[in-house]
């Protein structure tokens, strides 16, 4: 399985951004999809997960902001990131079933 993360960039306070990990591999068959992220000096933090039944989760940092969706069809799963902080700012990666890494997505959130 290769995810590949896309959809990062620069953004300003309390901007969004959507960020999308495209499968190579059909996600249809139960598992559960993350989102983690790692800032410069910080321990990696899991975000999001969203299991195939569609439950999802929330890391309380980012609860009410950030919402993790799935497209099975499309073998894609979705990070709506809203009213962005600078504390946001990290690499962004997604994670199938906790072992399989994509190679990550830089966010910048501007003070």
């Known amino acids: 399985v290769q995810l590949v993360e896309s959809g990062g960039g620069l953004v300003q306070t309390r901007g969004s951004l959507r960020l999308s990990c495209a499968a190579s591999v059909t996600i249809f068959r139960p598992n559960t999809m993350c989102w983690y992220r790692q800032a410069p000096g910080k321990q990696r933090e899991l975000v999001a997960t969203i299991t195939s039944g569609f439950t999802t989760n929330y890391a309380d940092s980012v609860k009410g902001r950030f919402a993790i969706s799935r497209d099975n069809a499309k073998n894609t799963v979705y990070l709506q990131m809203n009213s962005l902080k600078p504390e946001d700012t990290a690499v962004y990666y997604c994670?199938?079933?906790?072992?399989?890494w994509g190679q990550g997505t830089q966010v910048t959130v501007s003070s």
């Open positions: 994670v199938r079933d906790y072992s399989t």
